[in-house]
T-cell receptor, first 115, second 115 residues
Framework: DQQVKQNSPSLSVQEGRISILNCDYT??????FLWYKKYPAEGPTFLIS?????DKNEDGRFTVFLNKSAKHLSLHIVPSQPGDSAVYFC??????????????FGKGTKLSVKP | DSGVTQTPKHLITATGQRVTLRCSPR?????VYWYQQSLDQGLQFLIQ???????AKGNILERFSAQQFPDLHSELNLSSLELGDSALYFC??????????????FGPGTRLLVL
């Protein structure tokens, strides 16, 4: 049973427009959420995170929104650039501060930003 | 460059064989995580070590084992290999391994192909 779901395998956006990537989760114990970006032949690279005590976190062009009641988070990229084209993974962890820091990942969304 | 190194980059072997994947964490990081990414799947957590001791276990098969050595590098041993074990294997590291408090930095991965 998938605890973290990214229902859109791919997304295509025009350069300069907003990209919105979505993620749903089922485990109410998750209290920390992250987005990673992955280029081919490379490992995932951390983008941005949010803890469950917040509903929004912003870092430059990247903003993550968390809706706990809907068990939904989204990543907004504004403005989108061709270099943002990559696979984006949503990840979650439970037991903030506990000794087991493993992440649960979604299957990823492939973002293509067209010039 | 995340500072996490993995060797080898590529590995091709036959069914029934045994292989060892190696990971060196970032300088100063005591916790190491192993993840498996099969085709079109998200990263699946396998196992976490902290300072030489196992801290958390995910969906790791009994044919797989891992250890973390005194110099903090880690090895993932995969034995009696099957075609379905073909995947990307990623290692990540953090300073303390505590949930939610640290960003996991990933290595470039080892691509395993079992023929």
């Amino acid at each position: 049973d998938q605890q973290v779901k990214q229902n859109s395998p791919s997304l295509s956006v025009q350069e300069g427009r907003i990209s919105i990537l979505n993620c749903d989760y089922t485990n109410s114990m998750f209290d920390y959420f992250l987005w990673y970006k992955k280029y081919p032949a490379e490992g995932p690279t951390f983008l941005i995170s949010i803890s469950s005590i917040k509903d929004k976190n912003e870092d430059g062009r990247f903003t993550v929104f968390l809706n706990k009641s809907a068990k939904h988070l989204s990543l907004h990229i504004v403005p989108s650039q061709p270099g943002d084209s990559a696979v984006y993974f949503c990840a979650a962890s439970a037991g903030y501060g506990g000794s087991q820091g493993n992440l649960i990942f979604g299957k990823g969304t492939k973002l293509s930003v067209k010039p | 460059d995340s500072g996490v190194t993995q060797t080898p980059k590529h590995l091709i072997t036959a069914t029934g064989q045994r292989v060892t994947l190696r990971c060196s964490p970032r300088s100063g990081d005591l916790s190491v995580y192993w993840y498996q990414q099969s085709l079109d799947q998200g990263l699946q957590f396998l196992i976490q070590y902290y300072n030489g001791e196992e801290r958390a276990k995910g969906n790791i098969l009994e044919r797989f084992s891992a250890q973390q050595f005194p110099d903090l590098h880690s090895e993932l041993n995969l034995s009696s290999l099957e075609l379905g074990d073909s995947a990307l294997y990623f290692c990540a590291s953090t300073p303390t391994g505590l949930a939610g408090e640290e960003t996991q930095y990933f290595g470039p991965g080892t691509r395993l192909l079992v023929l």
